[in-house]
C-alpha cells in the first residue's frame, strides 16, 4: 500500500542521547515535513523540504536536524534529546508544497 | 501574528448535525484544510478551501469567508465513527501551515 513509513511507532530514550526518526514515502512527493504534535497544541512545522537536496526550518528548528539526499527519505535527527522534546513526530508528505498533507503513523518519543 | 482558534470540545448526538468553527489571523492566505484524527492515528485530509462559500462532500461540508477570516465544517447525520478531532489549518502566504489545536468531538448514542 503507498503511503508513509515512520519508525520506529515509538521509543523511550534516555536524555543526551542521540535519536534519528525514519521516514519514507513511495508516492515520489516532492515535499516532505515534520511535525511534532503536544497536547493542546496545534501540530507545529519543525523542518521541510520542498524538493530533494533542499531543506528548511520550520516553527520550532531548534535541537533537529534532517537531511533529504533522495525523493523517499527524510529522516529527523535529536543530536542530543531532552525531556521537552518528548512528543508525538508526524512525517508528512505533499506533491507540492500547496498541495494536502498525507502523514505517516507517527512516532511516540519518550525522553527521560 | 498568527492565531487559529476552534473550540476545545464539542458534543454531538447519533444522527444529528454539529458544526465545527474555526477562526484564523494569519500573514496572508493561500488556503483552508480541515483534517480528521482519530485518537492515536495520523490526520487524514478531509477537505479544502480557498475561495468564498461552501464545499460539500458527503456527509461533510466546509464553509470559507476569507473577509471574516472564518470557517466551519460541518457534519451531518452524525455516526459513532465520526467521534474523533478535527483540525483547521491555514496555508500562509510562504506556503507554509498554520494549525488550529483541533476540536475534539464526541458522539453519544
Known amino acids: 500500500i503507498a503511503g508513509i513509513t515512520q519508525a520506529p511507532t515509538s521509543q523511550i530514550l534516555a536524555a543526551g542521547r542521540r535519536m534519528t526518526l525514519r521516514c519514507t514515502q513511495d508516492?515520489?512527493?516532492?515535499?516532505m515535513y515534520w511535525y511534532r504534535q503536544d497536547l493542546g497544541l496545534g501540530l507545529r512545522l519543525i523542518h521541510y523540504s520542498n524538493t530533494a537536496g533542499t531543506t528548511g526550518k520550520g516553527e520550532v528548528p531548534d535541537g533537529y536536524s534532517v537531511s533529504r539526499a533522495n525523493t523517499d527519505d527524510f529522516p529527523l535527527t535529536l543530536a542530543s534529546a531532552v525531556p521537552s522534546q518528548t512528543s508525538v513526530y508526524f512525517c508528512?508528505?505533499?506533491?507540492?508544497?500547496?498541495?494536502?498533507?498525507?502523514f505517516g503513523e507517527g512516532s511516540r518519543l519518550t525522553v527521560l | 501574528g498568527q492565531n487559529i482558534d476552534q473550540p476545545t470540545e464539542m458534543t454531538a448526538t447519533e444522527g444529528a448535525i454539529v458544526q465545527i468553527n474555526c477562526t484564523y489571523q494569519?500573514?496572508?492566505?493561500?488556503?483552508l484544510f480541515w483534517y480528521q484524527q482519530h485518537a492515536g492515528e495520523a490526520p487524514t485530509f478531509l477537505s479544502y478551501n480557498v475561495l468564498d462559500g461552501l464545499e460539500e462532500k458527503g456527509r461533510f461540508s466546509s464553509f470559507l469567508s476569507r473577509s471574516k477570516g472564518y470557517s466551519y465544517l460541518l457534519l451531518k447525520e452524525l455516526q459513532m465513527k465520526d467521534s474523533a478531532s478535527y483540525l483547521c489549518a491555514v496555508r500562509e502566504s510562504n506556503y507554509q501551515l498554520i494549525w488550529g489545536a483541533g476540536t475534539k468531538l464526541i458522539i453519544k448514542p
Open positions: 508516492m515520489r512527493h516532492n515535499a
Open positions: 494569519t500573514s496572508g492566505f493561500n488556503g
Open positions: 508528512a508528505s505533499s506533491e507540492t508544497n500547496t498541495g494536502e498533507l498525507f
